[in-house]
DNA sequence: GTATATGCAAAGGCTTTGCAGTGAG
DNA sequence: CTCACTGCAAAGCCTTTGCATATAC
């Protein structure tokens, strides 16, 4: 496993980047930095970094993939009309016990993500 | 709106599985009832109920969309081995007003996702 | 009878793969 | 020097679109 200059860009592109990006929007970000970068390394790294558990990977149901560097535990705001997936608070303990068919389930995260309309859609008045 | 033999076989398939299939699931199984029918009608279909409201596309980490046909308050279980999803009884209250960016957030409802382990990944071996 | 739905095939995204060339250790 | 990584292009999924045909109402 080596550091390259490549994956050095991806990692400080992700770091504290609160917009959850997608894989397409790290591969037009990063080319800043590293203009011959080829989509196939930015798959690469993401893939390899999801399997290392440094980032994590979040459902979503807008055909591409989105990506959470942040692990720390919190939860998730989406606006269902500007697409925006917000990071906010966690409130209150979540269970790690859960039972699946009355068997116990061994919880390693849990992902709540609540799904409406941010304040800037709320209030635009073509719902 | 019509009513088509094709959009009843879609829909007596979803109601009542718990697997929350795939576009795919859906037109491999409802092809046994339907032969000839294309996956095209399976994607209008689907998606047309999504529009309406009758039943729900979950966030998903492969690649492919999950239906949900089950609307009443549950959570999942999502097992990161199998990839099985399953649906199970919510505990506790929900928020229903959250805050981003110190703004109010119009809540339309709460996704709930363990991921980890089923007692039979768990169980097994090569961990 | 007419507008809508179907089925097929082609096209369009996003992601992965194959492979030769490159570069880090 | 060697093996892992890169970049390119091609291929692979999943999904959508265009269009002629079929069919529900």
Known sequence: MRITAQRLEILKYLIGNPIHPT??????????????????TVYNTVNMLVRLGEIRELGCTSGCRRFEPDLTPHDHALCVKCGRLFDIESEGEKDTRVMVMGKPFEVKYTDITYHGLCQTCAGSDDN
Chains 1, 2 share one sequence.
Do not use: M
């Open 23 to 40: 894989a397409e929007e790290i591969y037009r970000d990063v080319k800043g930095e590293q203009p011959n970068i080829s989509r196939a």
